[in-house]
C-alpha cells in the first residue's frame, strides 16, 4: 500500500517498489476490499467513506455530481414588461440561478432547434413559470412613517412569487408535485409604486458542465482520511502540549501507572493544520499521512433533487458513459 | 477508420500508417478527465497493456486522445473495450454498495424505501 507523508512544506508520496505484485484488475479482490459507509444522512446533505477505491474514479464520481447530473432551470426569460430598477440581462441572470424543484428525470432534453419562440417548448421537456409583480403605494401606512414595509405594497419580488403555470399534460402528470423554486425566500429584485414585472419563464433541463444554474449540488467534495502515528511513548507534558496541537477529540490522554500518556483515538476528526510540526521538540516523534484510498464525500445539494438520489446518479452517469462508447465500438466492429 | 460522417463523431480510431493493430489512438468526442482519467486506470490494470495514456488537446476543445499500446499483437480495442466494461462493473458494484448502506440506514431509521 502506498502512503502519501505529510511534512512541514509539501506532501511526499512514498512508494514502494512492487517485487512480484500483481496489479491486474481483479474483480474479485475489489469486491472484497471495498466497503461503504453513510456516516450522517439528512435532507439536503450527507457525509459518506468510500475504501477501497482508486483516486482516479471516486474523482470521476465528483466531478460528475458537480458537472454532469442534469437539472431544471430557467433558460429563456421573456420580459414583457420590465420597469423595475434591476436591467434586463441582470434579472434574467438572477432567475437562472434560482433552483427549480422539479424531477429531472421526468423531464427530457430540448433539441437545439431553431425556435426559439414562445410557443417552442413541450410538455415533455419545458415548465413554464411566471412572474408578475407590481408594486403600488400602501393607503393604509400612516402619514410620517418611513418604513418601506409600511409605506409600499409587493416591494420585494421574491422567488416565491414565481407562479408555476402547467402545459398540456403537466397539470395531471404532476398534479401533487408543487413544482415552483425550491426556496421561497429568495429577494430577486426590489420595486417602488408604479414599477412593475411581467415575465414568462421557460425552464429546460442542462448539465453544470453547460452553465453552472444546472448543477445540483450546493457542492460535493472530498477529503482523504488522515493518518497519524505517534512513534514512540508520549507522556506527561508533553502530551498535553500534543494534545493541543491537533483539532479537539483526536487525541486522548489515557491515565498509565500514574503518568498522563497520549493516545490517537479518531484521527478522522483532524484538518491537518501540521501545528505539531511547529514543535522542535515534538515534529519528529508524530508521522502525519493519509489513507491513500479512504475518501471522505461531503455532498451537499441545492434543494432538488435528496443527496442519496444524486450520487446514485452520478453512478449511473459515469456507467452511461461506458455503455456510450461500448456501442460505439460494437458498431465500428460490425461495418 | 473515422466517425460517421452525417452525425458527430463519438469516436474515431487514428492509426499510423504501417503499424500493428496494437498501437491506436482513440479520440473520444465530448469527454474530458472525467471518463478520461477513471477509463485510464482500468486500462493500465490489464497485463497485455504495454502504454496507456490520455491527453487533452485543448482545453478549449472538448475531446481527448486515448493512447493504448499492446504487446503481443493484440488488437488495441480489446483492452479498451475490457476496461470499458471493467469500469462499468466497478461503478454497478459501487451503486449495489451504496444503495444496501441506504437501505440500511433508512431501516435503523425504521423507514425503508427500495430505490430501484
Redesign the interface.
Known sequence: QQNVSININDLRTILYLYVRYD???D?QR??KN?????VD?DENCME?D?VG??A??A??FR??LL??VPTMAVEKVFIYNNTSIIQDEVLAHRLGLIPIKADPRLFEYRNAGEESGEDAGSEIDTIQLQLKVKCSRNPRASKDSSDPQELYLNHMVYSGDMKWMPIGNQADVFADANIGPVHDDILIAQLRPGQELDIIMHCVKGIGKDHAKFSPVATASYRLLPEITLLEPIEGEKAERLKRCFSRGVIHLEELNGKKVAMVVNSRLDTCSREVLRHDDLKNLVKLGRVRDHFIFTVESTGVLPP??L??EA??V??T??????N??DN??ME | ?AGEGEKKP??E?VQADGADEGCVTFV?HD?????G??????VM???DVEFCGYSITHPSESKINFRIQTRGGIPA?EP??KG????????????N???V??CI?EIGRSRCEL?S
Open positions: 496489479d491486474t484488475w474483480m475489489f469486491q471495498f466497503t461503504m459507509d453513510i444522512l459518506f468510500m477505491i482508486d482516479a474514479i474523482n470521476a466531478r460528475i458537472a454532469e442519496e438520489v450520487v446514485t453512478i449511473k459515469l456507467m458513459k461506458c455503455q456510450r462508447f461500448l460505439e465500438l465500428t466492429d | 477508420m463519438v469516436l480510431m473520444l469527454e474530458d478527465h472525467t471518463l482519467n477513471s477509463l485510464r486506470y482500468m490494470k490489464n497485463a480495442t479498451l473495450r470499458l466494461n471493467d469500469l462499468s462493473d466497478v461503478c454497478q458494484h459501487v451503486l454498495t451504496f444503495q448502506r441506504f440506514l430505490t
